[in-house]
């Protein structure tokens, strides 16, 4: 069995995608990284190997892949695009300087590589409407600039050097064990937490914002199944398209609605945030990802709030 490391594990998407590897890889076979160990995330770090990893420490990379003679890489440690825009430099170095690091070590090593990109790499002048795979990418928050840079910069590699990556266009992801941190697309899980908590809920997007979203099982399933997908039928191989759900705040509150009647939403709008909303795609056109390795996401909108509601309100209670 070949050992995976996952950097930036203890984020929304790493503190899910470790158990969910650990359990077909076995425990001892999947390193869990972070730059900082977390409270709350003991179950992550005490029950299989953990390092302490800055991705911007090229040697402590080296010496982490070394150690457990890594051969694929899930790389997930990255800023969001709310953060980006508080510093942006900030940003370059752990999205951009941290991914060059990992991608030079992986050379020496040969790992392979997934890099999560995001739907933040279009723009204003990209068709908003079922936005295709291959268009106009010229975003304008530098969380954008730094994924599509990524992308291509893990073409380079692939190119240049033969490399194995493989990687998907994220858009928000909506989870029950871990909260987002510090992206424009947080709303859609805050709002499950007010709603369960305080039966209302602020958001600092417009009612009418459109963002494409996509449920955590949907998430870990993609991932691995691109990463298994045959390299033969992989015409993109990096930065494909993946959706699910097209929703509103306004239609994601209606269907809250409708499992806790009394629910009200409010607008307070975040003028960064909307902004960066506003240059995003309405939705995506997810086809090149449904040919070319079989995505085929099983939550919908319905499904996604049941079950939201229902894993996030048991945790919440046993909290209390
Ligand atoms: C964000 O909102 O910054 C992220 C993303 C869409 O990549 N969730």
């Not at 304008?140 to 990687?167: A, Q, V, W």
């Amino acid at each position: 069995m070949e050992n995976v490391l996952v950097t930036g594990a203890l984020g929304q998407i790493g503190s899910e995608l470790v158990p969910y590897l650990r359990k077909k890889h076995g425990i001892n076979n999947v390193i869990a990284s972070a730059r900082r160990a977390k409270e709350g995330c003991e179950y992550l770090i005490e029950t299989g190997p953990f390092e302490l990893l800055d991705i911007t420490n090229r040697e402590k990379i080296a010496a982490v892949i070394k150690k457990y003679r890594v051969k694929s890489v899930y790389h997930l440690a990255s800023l969001l695009s709310a953060t980006g825009e508080e510093n942006p430099q900030a940003l370059w170095e752990v999205n951009m300087n941290g991914l060059i690091n990992l991608l030079e070590v992986a050379r020496e090593h040969k790992c392979s590589i997934f890099f999560p990109s995001s739907i933040a790499v279009f723009g204003p002048d990209s068709p908003k409407d079922k936005t295709p795979q291959d268009t106009i990418t010229r975003p304008t928050s530098i969380y954008g600039i730094s994924k599509i840079s990524g992308e291509l910069l893990c073409d380079y590699y692939h190119n240049r050097y033969g490399l194995d990556i493989r990687g998907l266009r994220y858009p928000g992801v909506i989870s029950s064990a871990a909260l987002p941190g510090g992206g424009t697309t947080d709303y859609a899980v805050h709002i499950f937490y007010d709603a369960i908590k305080h039966g209302k809920y602020t958001c600092f997007l417009e009612e009418n914002s459109s963002i494409d979203m996509i449920y955590m099982p949907d998430v870990l399933e993609g991932a691995v199944k691109l990463m298994e997908a045959d390299p033969e039928k992989l015409k993109h191989r990096n930065a494909f398209n993946v959706s699910a759900i097209t929703v509103t705040p306004r239609e994601l509150s209606a269907e809250i609605k409708k499992h806790i009647p009394d629910f009200s939403i409010a607008y307070d709008i975040d003028p960064v945030r909307q902004a960066i909303a506003d240059s995003w795609p309405n939705s995506l056109d997810d086809s090149a990802a449904r040919a070319e390795w079989g995505w085929d996401p099983q939550y919908n909108l319905k499904m996604m709030t049941e079950d939201m509601l229902k894993v996030l309100g048991a945790r919440l209670k046993k909290a209390d």
